[in-house]
T-cell receptor
Framework: AQSVSQHNHHVILSEAASLELGCNYS??????LFWYVQYPGQHLQLLLK??????LVKGIKGFEAEFIKSKFSFNLRKPSVQWSDTAEYFC????????????FGRGTSLIVHP | EAGVTQSPTHLIKTRGQQVTLRCSPI?????VYWYQQALGLGLQFLLW???????NRGNFPPRFSGRQFPNYSSELNVNALELEDSALYLC?????????????FGPGTRLLVL
């Protein structure tokens, strides 16, 4: 069974700071990887996803993530955060060709103050 | 295109009662997933329905059950409610295409058990 670990539970940044949220997974086979975001009072939205190909994936709102297979990692990055990026961020992984049931990390709460 | 919808948005119940939550998937999506998001625990997989059949269930007791209708909408039923059932219940729908699947989430139903 796969598992997902998000090391940073709470992150507090100032506007314009750079962001990197860690995500590591444990699964020996091929994986699909996702980052979701949950803004205050809103539902979970897909930020970006990786299925195959270029390991550097660009998503919405200036976010990107890099899949490093050797490190079982899929870290989320943004060069300059804004106050509106304050949200909960979830990393998820599923195994294609299997049950497709994704496993989610516990989430990282990001607070960006002006 | 309409997204995933869920009803009701909020519910307050007392211990021992029963509750039914509803979900309508994105048009054309045949799979519906249910998750429980309790405070600080991330998303825990509950149930997966596809083409009207239950395909998989997570590590939850049998008092959590559901069904999927011919129009692919779904219900989640929870019997004999317990205090720890208080959580946000999320529904997601998806369409598998070539081994690649992305889940899209609804706004959730927040259940409070007193």
């Amino acid at each position: 069974a796969q598992s997902v670990s998000q090391h940073n539970h709470h992150v507090i940044l100032s506007e314009a700071a750079s962001l990197e949220l860690g995500c590591n997974y444990s699964y020996g086979g091929t994986v699909n990887l996702f980052w979701y975001v949950q803004y205050p009072g809103q539902h979970l939205q897909l930020l970006l996803k990786y299925f195959s190909g270029d390991p550097l994936v660009k998503g919405i709102k200036g976010f990107e993530a890099e899949f490093i297979k050797s490190k079982f990692s899929f870290n989320l990055r943004k060069p300059s955060v804004q106050w509106s990026d304050t949200a909960e961020y979830f990393c998820a992984v599923n195994a294609p060709g299997g049950s497709y049931i994704p496993t989610f990390g516990r989430g990282t709460s990001l607070i960006v103050h002006p | 295109e309409a997204g995933v919808t869920q009803s009701p948005t909020h519910l307050i119940k007392t211990r021992g009662q029963q509750v039914t939550l509803r979900c309508s998937p994105i048009s054309g999506h045949t799979s519906v997933y249910w998750y429980q998001q309790a405070l600080g625990l991330g998303l825990q997989f509950l149930l997966w329905y596809d083409e009207g059949e239950e395909r998989n269930r997570g590590n939850f007791p049998p008092r959590f059950s559901g069904r999927q209708f011919p129009n692919y909408s779904s219900e989640l039923n929870v019997n004999a409610l317990e205090l720890e059932d208080s959580a946000l219940y999320l529904c997601a729908s998806s369409l598998v295409a070539g081994g690649q699947e992305t889940q899209y989430f609804g706004p959730g139903t927040r259940l409070l058990v007193l």
